[in-house]
């Protein structure tokens, strides 16, 4: 059963001018978005800056956005990183507050280990937790992806690693986790909003959407179109969601969409250095694909 939602937003994160989080600003953001065709949320993801965030202020944000939102959807706190300990440490944390619904674990990353390190990385974190975990797969990022038979070996193990946020951009391997875990009990969601309609088709129950800051509605329409079989009204929503899609990504996430959210008066806040401003030719693309998605 799909126990997470069709759309799950990783949201962006509110900072001030000095850098320094914005909970108010964030807890904000997250019922807008929760309203708007958002079934759920992962907090403190890529999208949400967490790279440059203290495990205090992650603790904090995730205790906010539980306690204020937890009541219209799922609140999934991402606590991964490169280090075992230090994610074993923070789902422990994270694990005690009321209303997170569940982990996000991405494959760590630089470290680049193979299966059977991920095997061990991800085994010793669910032996921490009993909450539902999401293995997040993301190559492009992590520079190693998790294969499907591992990820196959560690749900027969520990049923709660129950999800996978699947961005390897390789259709086959979600085809693949899909062929290997083809019961309900075990959720596949596209990690790339352009793919998520062809990820249905072979088995997928959702995305974990950058996009639905500003199309909540048409992606979650869209799922539910191609759940209900209507291919035709599916198909549609995909092809009118293409350019703004493609806009979202024209530059290193989350910058088109921070920016975009600013536009369409969300408080986003600044960014936090390493991430920065568009350029003016990425503004003008992504400015272009805003007044074109809400002006059809």
């Known amino acids: 059963m799909n126990t997470f939602g069709r759309v799950l937003t990783a949201m962006i994160t509110s900072f001030n001018d000095d850098e320094s989080l914005n909970i108010e600003n964030t807890v904000a953001i997250a019922h807008h ?52 300990k230090d994610t074993i440490q923070l789902a422990k944390e994270a694990s005690k507050i009321p209303g997170i619904s569940g982990l996000l674990v991405v494959v760590p990353y630089y470290n680049k280990p193979n299966q059977n390190g991920q095997y061990l990385h991800f085994k010793a974190v669910a032996e921490s937790t009993t909450l539902p975990i999401m293995v997040y797969n993301v190559p492009s990022r992590v520079g190693t992806g998790i294969l499907p038979t591992t990820l196959a070996k560690l749900h027969a193990e ?5 999800a996978i946020k699947e ?25 790339d909003d352009a793919l998520t309609l062809p990820i249905l088709s072979v088995g997928g129950v959702g995305v974990v959407s950058v996009v639905s800051h500003v199309a909540g509605r048409d992606m979650n329409q869209m799922i539910q179109s191609f759940e209900s079989g209507h291919n035709k009204e599916a198909k549609y929503l995909h092809h009118k969601l293409a350019e703004i ?11 088109p969409v921070k920016y975009a959210a600013r536009k369409i008066g969300l408080p986003a806040g600044v960014f936090s250095l390493p991430m ?19 002006n059809n």
Request: aromatic share 6%; net charge negative; hydrophobic share 35%.
């Open 245 to 255: 899609t493609k806009a979202m990504f024209i530059t290193t996430n989350p910058i």
């Open 167 to 191: 961005a390897s951009g390789n259709l086959m391997i979600a085809s693949e986790i899909k062929r290997l875990l083809p019961n309900d009990d075990f959720m596949l969601y596209s990690g």
């Open 33 to 84: 978005l929760l309203d708007n065709g958002s079934d759920g949320l992962i907090v403190c993801g890529t999208t949400g800056e967490n790279p440059t965030m203290t495990k205090e202020e992650k603790l904090s944000l995730f205790k906010a956005i539980a306690s204020e939102c937890s009541s219209k959807g799922s609140i999934i706190a991402n606590v991964g990183s490169n280090s075992t």
């Open 158 to 162: 520990y049923p709660h690693i129950n």
């Open 276 to 294: 920065c401003e568009p350029s003016e030719d990425e503004a003008k693309c992504i400015d272009k694909a805003l007044q074109e998605y809400f």
